[in-house]
Structures are given as structure tokens and as C-alpha cells.
């Protein structure tokens, strides 16, 4: 007597447990759940290739609209920075014209202004130039102030060390056998770079990275 298939009405020989043709279980288990044969093997579903080429496309357009969406954003985030970065290093570059650069016996420490050549006073017009272009969102005129700060900085910081340099040789000449000789030495020896030049660094530094960051 052959067992008719509840599910696809085949009819199966006596005796079968599963349907020969949709491997479901012709005989209700207890729990009321349907099995399938476990010593047949499974065919895996098929994937369709136009299904994964809709997804990637779904993907890459959604990609695209959230960067669309969010470039106004990041544009105006960068010149946020640009300008943060713009003031804080006119602002750090004005104070450091004014904070001891080197300390001298006797004289005391001297600042970027009193060095009596000029180059503070230049130092000092760039730094107030930064800032008007910087409140102008004029950036890239930060490359002419902050590059040009560095290079007088730079030319100044030279003719200090040879300066100092050509005294101390001087020094060594004009002073053989002199009982004062010990005296000058140590006076050489004292005189400091200070911090000054720290934020005078740091200023311009500030100013060309002001520039360099791309809207």
C-alpha cells in the first residue's frame, strides 16, 4: 500500500518514512514538527547574480548621498579650523615679539622688539597682518606672514650665534693673560636662549598649518 505525500501528493512505496520527492516526514511526530531527511543532502539555494549587483549599487548611491549630505558640513568644520588655528597663531606670534628671547649679565633679559634691529618690528606688523586676514578668511595669505615670519626669526637666530661667536673669539684674543678673563668667561657662559623663542615657533607653525589645511 503506497503513502500518499500530504504535502505534494506523492505517492511514496509502503513503509517510507520521507517523501521521495519533497523529503518531508509522512509520519507526524509527537513535537508536530516537520524534518527533513538528515541522509539527504540539502541543495543551497542559488544566488542570483543581478540581486548582489542591485545591492552593491544600492550601497555605493546611499555612499554617495551621505557624502553629498555631509560635504557642506565638513567644509564648514575645516574652515572652523583654519580660522581657530589662524587666530590662536597671530595671537601667539604678537605675544612672543614681546617675551624675553635671550638673557644677557647686567642687561637682563631682551625681547624680540628690543633687540634694536628691526626684525621684531616686522616679526610684530605680520603678526597684526595674520590677523586681519584670518577675520577675513583670506588663509592663504597666511603663507606670505607665517613663511615670512619663520625666515627673519630664522636670519635673526643666525646673526645672534655668530654674533655671540665672534665675541667670544674676540674675547679669547683681547684677554690672554688678563686676571678679568675668568670674569668674561663666565659672563659668555650665562647668556640664554629663553623661552621667547618657543612661541614665536609655535606661532608660526600655527600660521602655515592655518594655510596648509585644503577647504
Not at 25 to 51: R, S, T
Not at 122 to 148: D, E, N, P, Q, R
Not at 189 to 198: H, L, N, R, Y
Request: proline fraction near 4%; include cysteine.
Amino acid at each position: 500500500m503506497k503513502i500518499k505525500c500530504p504535502l505534494c501528493d506523492f505517492e511514496n512505496e509502503e513503509g517510507s518514512k520521507f517523501c521521495s520527492k519533497c523529503n518531508i516526514l509522512l509520519i507526524k511526530p509527537k513535537a508536530f514538527a516537520i524534518k527533513e531527511n538528515p541522509y539527504v543532502k540539502k541543495e543551497k539555494p542559488e544566488i542570483k547574480l543581478d540581486y548582489i549587483i542591485n545591492k552593491i549599487d544600492d550601497a555605493a548611491t546611499k555612499f554617495h548621498e551621505s557624502r553629498e549630505y555631509n560635504e557642506p558640513y565638513e567644509r564648514e568644520n575645516k574652515k572652523g579650523t583654519k580660522q581657530l588655528l589662524g587666530l590662536l597663531g597671530s595671537a601667539i606670534l604678537f605675544v612672543g615679539v614681546f617675551a624675553p628671547i635671550v638673557s644677557i649679565p647686567i642687561m637682563g633679559n631682551m625681547n624680540y622688539f628690543q633687540n634694536g634691529k628691526g626684525d621684531g618690528v616686522i616679526v610684530l606688523v605680520l603678526a597684526v597682518i595674520s590677523l586681519i586676514l584670518v577675520l577675513l578668511k583670506k588663509f592663504k595669505g597666511l603663507w606670505f606672514t607665517g613663511l615670512g615670519s619663520m625666515a627673519i626669526m630664522t636670519f635673526t637666530f643666525i646673526n645672534f650665534q655668530m654674533a655671540l661667536s665672534n665675541t667670544r673669539t674676540q674675547m679669547e684674543t683681547e684677554l690672554t693673560g688678563n686676571p678679568f678673563r675668568g670674569i668674561a668667561d663666565m659672563a659668555m657662559q650665562s647668556v640664554q636662549i629663553q623661552w621667547g623663542w618657543a612661541l614665536l615657533i609655535i606661532g608660526v607653525v600655527l600660521l602655515i598649518a592655518s594655510a596648509a589645511i585644503k577647504e
